[in-house]
């Protein structure tokens, strides 16, 4: 008994003797949570902080961090190095923690939302305590939408097209992914077809919104062909692709491909000039350009050229820019002047005819058209008297006239009349030609000419006869073209334009002439000016007519100058007015200066009779005004 006692005290001396357990307690970490990002690389530092109770003395100490899925458990991959501090607690570590943008977008995809970044921290016998951080992964973003600045171009088919275009992508807020983009393609809007590609690669990284430039060249051979194919509009479509998950959005840029100018016509004002090397000559011209439906685009002609008919050689270029906006029909009047060098040159061409030529042009669409006006090139006036041969007849200038001594008439409904034409000429021969008139109704585009009368007149040495025409019409109302062409095939040589019933162009001389409805008419009242005085400034102004194609200012001289004492005074008070320059103006004006060609016809001090008429597009005369009257002074 006493034995069992003895060990038994024993046992409780020695469990007295033994020391308290010395422990780690926990850990904590600063921040206990973080959000990671894709737009850069995350670098976090992080503060481990370990807990012992006060007999711990065996230090603490921690291999490589791990990364887990928080909602799995599953591992990821492993953090920062071994960290070790000995001796008491508690243990404070600190570390950076670098995770990489490419590494959160990776488990972005894989669908990772949480992560828990975890360190086991042991004592020298092997006791531990385990501390965690959250990381939260964001939602990835999403490309949203893409556009286009401009949204579209319209392209010219005369010069090539240099386009900058900016595309924009967007995208949610967290997105950092990058787009790209494979070249554009060219799709036809009608169709769906694709006709080819355009531009490079576009790329895009970094956050949104993507921003990506580029110049875009388009010829104007390409715009041409697209117009031979009848293609009004080509698309311009780019793809922008999140290359991670496929995801994409497109914008498209529409190119508008212009109408091919629509021009029907284009004449010159007079058709033929003689001129002489000996002296300074001064050609003054009035181009008129007619165009057909759809034109819009306006005109322009770089300059005039002189080209030998005979082999289509430029001898010289002279004259300026003329150019218009709009639909047409155009008017353009110019002075070209041919100084003695000029003339020396042309006349070293040995050539007798030679050509001034105006190419007008659809300044965006393309397309052309072209007039010419002959030169009549002669050493000296007497020099032209002589030229050819004995009874070799030579055509030296055309006149066409009215009785009012112009070549612009206004005539009533079934008044008689008749034009007379003065041939200029040497030598002696056979004049051949014809009478051609075109009627109401083809006189605004293209004119639709039918010969009235053939003429064989044979001419002596006189050098100067006169004819009348046939008898005109004019039972119906509308404006007439009446013209005269000579046709002797001795004077017919390969020219630069020709005509199949008119083969000489330059040996064509035209009038025009208005049959004024008797009744039916509106009458135009409240024009200005009226018994003022009128300078190039001076606007013309006149009520607008609905339904009118084209309004036609004309000029009248009044030859005994009595005082006029009303706002529209009768062909009593003054005479009998004569016809002097007119103006044809679209319907888009009701007010207009006289044009410089009109200023030239009138005598500074004089007065004169104006009048106001509207036509529909078929030359029927729509409404007139009465006389007003004007003195003109020029400033």
């Given at each position: 008994m006493m034995k069992r006692i003895s060990?038994?005290?024993?046992?409780?001396?020695?469990?007295?003797?033994?020391?308290?357990?010395?422990?780690?307690?926990?850990?904590?970490?600063?921040?206990?949570?973080?959000?990671?990002?894709?737009?850069n690389n995350n670098a976090l530092v992080v503060n481990w902080t370990v807990a012992a109770d006060a007999s711990h003395s065996s230090g603490a100490n921690s291999n490589p961090g791990q990364l887990l899925d928080a909602t799995t458990l599953n591992v990821l991959g492993s953090f920062g190095g071994t960290l070790n501090q000995a001796g008491s607690g508690p243990f404070n570590f600190t570390e950076t923690l670098s995770i990489s943008a490419a590494q959160v977008v990776s488990w972005q995809s894989a669908g990772v939302t949480q992560?828990?970044?975890?360190?086991?921290?042991?004592?020298g016998i092997g006791r531990q305590v385990v501390g965690t951080l959250t990381l939260n992964v964001p939602a990835r973003g999403s490309i949203s939408a893409a556009g286009v600045t401009p949204a579209q171009s319209t392209l010219n088919a005369v010069n090539n097209n240099l386009l900058p275009i900016t595309w924009q992508v967007t995208a949610t807020p967290t997105y950092t992914a990058g787009v790209s983009s494979a070249p554009g393609q060219l799709v036809n809007p009608a169709t769906g077809q694709v006709l080819g590609t355009l531009g490079s690669t576009l790329n895009g990284t970094g956050a949104a919104p993507y921003n990506l430039s580029e110049n875009l060249m388009i010829s104007s051979a390409q715009v041409r062909s697209w117009q031979s194919q009848n293609i009004s509009q080509v698309r311009i479509d780019r793809t922008f692709t999140d290359s991670g998950t496929g995801d994409n959005v497109q914008a498209s840029h529409l190119l508008i491909i212009p109408v091919q100018g629509n021009f029907t016509a284009a004449r010159v004002s007079p058709m033929q000039r003689q001129v002489y090397a000996s002296q300074e000559n001064s050609v003054q011209l009035s181009w008129q350009v007619s165009t057909g439906s759809g034109h819009t685009n306006g005109v322009v002609s770089t300059s005039a050229r002189i080209v030998n008919p005979a082999n289509g050689a430029l001898v010289a270029n002279l004259g300026g820019v003329l150019s218009a906006p709009g639909s047409g029909p155009f008017l353009f009047s110019e002075t070209l002047a041919l100084g003695t060098d000029l003339m020396q040159t042309l006349l070293a061409s040995n050539s007798s005819r030679l050509v001034i030529e105006r190419v007008f042009s659809d300044p965006i669409g393309g397309g052309n058209t072209r007039a010419y006006m002959t030169l009549l090139v002669n050493r000296s006036a007497l020099d032209a008297a002589r030229t050819g041969s004995p009874g070799e007849l030579q055509v030296?200038?055309?006149q066409l006239a009215f009785d009012t001594g112009n070549d612009l008439a206004l005539v009533k409904e079934n008044e008689a009349l008749t034009a007379q034409l003065t041939v200029s000429y040497s030598g002696s021969g056979l004049l051949e030609g014809r009478w051609q008139l075109a009627e109401p109704g083809s006189t605004e585009a293209l004119p639709l000419f039918k010969t009235l009368a053939l003429v064989r007149r044979q001419v002596t040495g006189t050098q100067r006869i006169q004819l009348e025409s046939p008898a005109l019409p004019t039972q119906r109302a509308g404006k007439y073209l009446l013209r005269f062409c000579v046709t002797n095939r001795n004077l017919i040589t390969e020219e630069v334009a020709t005509d199949p019933q008119c083969p000489v162009q330059e040996w064509v001389i035209d009038a025009g002439y208005q049959v004024q409805a008797q009744q039916g008419l509106l009458a135009l009242t409240g024009l200005s000016p009226s018994q003022?005085?009128?300078?190039?400034?001076?606007?013309?102004?006149?009520?607008?007519?609905?339904?009118?194609?084209?309004?036609q200012l004309q000029i009248f001289a009044l030859h005994h100058q009595a005082p006029i004492t009303s706002a529209t005074p009768t062909v009593g008070q003054s005479g009998e007015p004569q016809f002097v320059v007119g103006m044809v103006l679209p319907n888009s004006v009701t007010?207009?200066?006289?044009?410089?060609?009109?200023?030239?016809?009138?005598n500074p001090g004089q007065r004169y009779l104006w009048r106001i008429t509207a036509h529909n597009s078929a030359g029927k005369m729509l409404a007139a005004s009465a006389d007003y009257a004007f003195v003109y002074q020029p400033e």
């Open positions: 060990h038994i005290l024993c046992f409780a001396l020695v469990a007295w003797a033994m020391p308290a357990a010395a422990l780690l307690t926990g850990v904590s970490v600063s921040p206990g949570s973080a959000t990671l990002n894709t737009a992560i828990e970044a975890r360190r086991i921290f042991s004592d030296r200038g055309l003022q005085a009128v300078s190039a400034q001076t606007p013309f102004r006149w009520p607008t007519v609905t339904g009118a194609a084209v309004y007010q207009s200066p006289l044009s410089e060609l009109v200023r030239s016809k009138l």
